[in-house]
């Protein structure tokens, strides 16, 4: 079959759910692309990440994924899989090269493969990396202990939330109705407290420690619009969870004042195995690399990433499949080089990666349910990157309803997962040696 014709029917056959052009919702975004463009020469000024981000957003016409990375298609246990999401990408779009794994002490792993990518130094794929019962224990995990107190997530600014937390609330009894702290009012954006404003900062350093340190972090306000919702519609509002040191949102800096929150030990666990198993000296000890700038004042710290690696910060994400998050880079963390560990969780995305500005052409990569990505050194710690589309319909049949888990348990979780995708991205704030001074309760 030749490429078009290939791509012509993995077109219709991915487009069978909202993207059918019979559909109405295919009709809407036509109408919507047409009136969007008309009079107007769109793109002229867009930098080459922004342009990218428009290419796969957009519903119609629908991308063509003939650029997109995806490294599924190198893996014969997944074909039914990609079959049945419909939609994928070319697993040669960009040179990559296989590294070898060393053996984990842990077990979380299905498949031990990691790839790097070229232009790219610090980048590392792990296709399929988790095991289908541990990406049922990460949503488990994410959905009903992580997401509640004493963990911060984006709705309890607005809302009283059950102590017990929305997940098992919602699990007892989805009517229940949740009130805003702040009187309502009939204007509402439904939207509003959920959103994540990505907003620009200097970025941390040792440097300029004490400086983040004392910069005045106020509590936001609650929005004086949100109005109560039942626990079953508050759900898909949750937007993300932070994990270990406290996030103040509104200055993009940790709030060290706050009591640093245990790290999951699923999580922990996952990230530091993912860490121990690279060889850092296959990614960093080469030529091409061992000379870059930018590792900070102790020079390259990768040498000792096997035993200084703790993830103590981060955030879970929670996407539904219409939500994108938008180019950015993640300069809050004072160590710019440790690895940062991305945990991709039910339907598939396009994640794009650029370099230290928006001008970079970002490489798209396909993410799918147990993918992992690692960003580490200085090249790819702080580039920009983003979610620009999730792709409905593609949930694996090993989170779907009806799975033979065996698991009754498990019915309202893949129901959850139907429209969303889970990201959970682990950072470490301090670089090995670095004494913070910090008093903890
Ligand atoms: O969802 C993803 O894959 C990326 C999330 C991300 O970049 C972030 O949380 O900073
Ligand atoms: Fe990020």
């Known amino acids: ?11 219709s056959s991915s487009l069978s759910l909202s993207l059918e052009p019979t559909s109405l919702e295919y009709k809407r975004a036509r109408r919507h692309h047409y009136k969007s463009t008309k009079n107007r020469a769109e793109g002229f000024d867009w930098t080459p990440f922004r342009a990218a981000e428009k290419k ?27 079959a049945q999401a419909g939609w994928k990408g070319r697993p040669d779009t960009v040179q ?41 224990d990460l949503i488990r995990w994410s959905l009903s202990e992580h997401a509640r107190q004493p963990n911060e997530t984006n709705l309890d600014t607005h809302y009283c939330l059950p102590t017990s937390g929305l997940w098992s609330t919602y699990l007892r009894s989805p009517e229940t109705i949740i009130t805003p702290r702040a009187s309502s009012s009939p204007n509402l954006s439904p939207d509003s407290p959920g959103r994540r404003h990505l907003i620009s900062n200097t970025p941390a350093s040792p440097a300029i420690f004490s400086l983040l340190v004392s910069t005045p972090k106020h509590p936001p306000a609650p929005s004086a619009h949100a109005r109560p919702f039942n626990a079953g519609e508050l759900l898909p509002r949750l937007r993300w969870a932070n994990i270990g040191w406290s996030y103040h949102w509104a200055t993009k800096q940790y ?16 990230c530091t195995e993912v860490v121990r198993s690279i060889r850092w000296h296959d990614i960093f000890g ?5 000379s870059l700038d930018g590792w900070g004042d102790d020079g390259p710290d990768w040498q000792t990433w096997e035993e200084t690696y703790e993830p103590d910060a981060g955030i879970v994400n929670f ?4 939500h994108t998050l938008m180019g950015h880079v993640d300069r809050s963390e004072i160590c710019a080089t440790s690895p940062l560990v991305s945990i991709s969780l039910g339907n598939a995305a396009i994640f794009l990666i650029g370099g ?21 050194g200085p090249a790819c710690r702080r580039a920009y990157h983003g979610v620009p589309r999730i792709f409905e319909g593609t949930l694996p049949a090993h989170l779907s309803e009806g799975t033979d888990t065996d698991d009754e348990s498990w019915a309202p979780y893949a129901r959850y997962m139907d429209t969303a995708r889970i990201n959970i991205n682990m950072r470490q704030v301090f670089p090995k040696g670095f004494d913070p001074g910090l008093e903890q309760t």
């Not at 799918?368 to 690692?374: E, M, Y």
């Open 1 to 11: 079959m030749g490429v078009e014709r290939e791509r012509a029917s993995l077109m």
């Open 56 to 82: 796969y957003k957009a519903r119609f016409p629908p991308p063509d994924l003939s650029d997109v990375l995806d490294l599924a298609l190198l893996d014969q246990a997944r074909s039914s899989d990609v």
């Open 96 to 136: 990559i090269k296989e590294i070898g794994l060393k053996d984990a002490r842990a077990k979380v792993a299905r498949t031990r493969k990691a790839f790097t990518v070229s232009g790219i130094p610090g980048l590392v794929i792990l296709p399929s990396f988790i095991s289908e019962d541990t990406q049922r």
């Open 255 to 270: 709030d060290f004042s706050r009591e640093v929150q245990p790290v999951g030990e699923l999580f922990r666990k996952v």
């Open 286 to 290: 080469c030529h091409d690399t061992e």
């Open 319 to 322: 996407y539904q499949t219409k």
């Open 356 to 376: 230290l500005t928006r001008e970079v052409v970002p490489i798209p990569i396909l993410l799918r349910s147990g993918d992992i990505i690692v960003m580490s």
